[in-house]
């Protein structure tokens, strides 16, 4: 599912493409499964600014789609910890190529499947998975953590890894999501299209996987000595946030930052393990082929999904 200009799902045309090369370290995935992330969403418009890093005006790698499961077809030189035939799942940011039937992955990028989840359900793991790991580290037991944006992938995993060590969770999306969030735990949920979250606080930790906020909104919603990280976001929110926080921080004594998350098996990799053991759920809402792939980004987009969305490339 080829693209060569930024825009809406309708620059997206299926096409026969040659079979990518494994290069040294890398391996050939015969993929199953792609799950959406809104980065694929945010790589297709070309927005937030930063999603044209790799290509300002067009975009420089033609196929998206980075949360893949599938099977090792062929191995590159020099690749050495996965063989053909094996079942593996992972995050192939920022280089996609999974919206196809084959995509080439550094080794470095991939873990084994767990075997008791499904491809659908392993390709929907990674990237949220790590960002939610990651975001929940900084909470600590007791602590009043808000997210926002929480309805989605990275979110609604984080909602749980939060409650199941003892975190308070206030949870922020859209209304149509509320009631599945309480279902995961959330002890509080707030609909973003009525009320203004940063008016709602204190909180210890604020989380912001869509943040267009100022910087004095977010210290509003902080208790003392609490600490707000954004995600993703417009870039105006992420970049007044990057230089600005940490001196905002130094007057104030509040944490404000980007959160830059480490992709790979070790982010993703402890949360698939939750999910295998039954700890940690991952919601499927709709599994799309792969020449749907412009209604798979659109059905994200539009704020219809609840739970991840799924694309399948061959059967389960
Ligand atoms: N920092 C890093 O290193 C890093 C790495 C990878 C990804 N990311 C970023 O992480 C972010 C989260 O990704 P994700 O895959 O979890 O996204 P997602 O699945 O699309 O979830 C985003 C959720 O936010 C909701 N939302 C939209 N606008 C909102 C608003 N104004 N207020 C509150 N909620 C709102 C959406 O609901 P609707 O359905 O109503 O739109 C959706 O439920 C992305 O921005 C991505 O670029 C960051």
Avoid at 129 to 141: D, F, K, N, R, Y
Avoid at 209 to 234: D, E, M, N, P, Q
């Amino acid at each position: 599912m080829v693209y060569e200009e930024y825009g809406g799902p309708e620059v997206l045309e299926l096409r026969d493409v040659p079979t990518p090369e494994p290069a040294p370290g890398e391996v050939l995935v015969e993929v199953v499964a792609v799950s959406i992330n809104l980065s694929d969403w945010e790589g297709l418009r070309g927005s937030p600014a930063y999603a044209r890093m790799g290509g300002l005006r067009r975009p420089s790698r033609p196929i998206l789609g980075t949360d893949v499961a599938g099977r090792v077809v062929a191995v590159g030189p020099g690749a050495s910890r996965f063989a053909v035939g094996d079942e593996v799942y992972g995050d192939n940011l920022p280089r996609g190529g999974g919206f196809a039937e084959y995509v080439a992955m550094p080794e470095s990028a991939i873990a084994h499947k767990p075997f008791a989840l499904t491809f659908a359900e392993a390709s929907a793991i990674p990237q949220a998975g790590a960002i939610a790991a990651q975001a929940v580290a900084l909470a600590e037991p007791g602590a009043r953590m808000l997210i926002n944006g929480a309805g989605g992938g990275a979110g609604t995993l984080a909602i749980q890894l939060a409650v199941a060590q003892g975190v308070r969770v206030t949870a922020v999306d859209n209304a149509g999501k509320l009631a599945y969030l309480r279902e995961l735990g959330a002890e509080r949920v707030i609909d973003y299209r009525r009320t203004d979250f940063t008016r709602t606080g204190p909180y210890d930790l604020v989380v912001d996987l869509v943040a267009h906020r100022s910087i004095f909104a977010y210290r509003r919603a902080l208790a003392k000595g609490g600490r707000c990280v954004v995600v993703g976001g417009t870039a105006r929110a992420v970049l007044r946030l990057a230089p600005v926080g940490p001196l905002h921080g130094l007057l104030t004594g509040a944490h404000l930052g980007v959160l830059l998350v480490r992709q790979g098996p070790r982010g993703f990799g402890p949360v698939a393990e939750l999910c295998e053991s039954g700890a940690v759920s991952v919601r499927i809402d709709r599994v799309f082929p792969l020449e749907e792939v412009p209604a798979a980004l659109a059905w994200h987009a539009e704020g219809r999904a609840c739970g991840k969305v799924i694309v399948a490339v061959r059967e389960d």
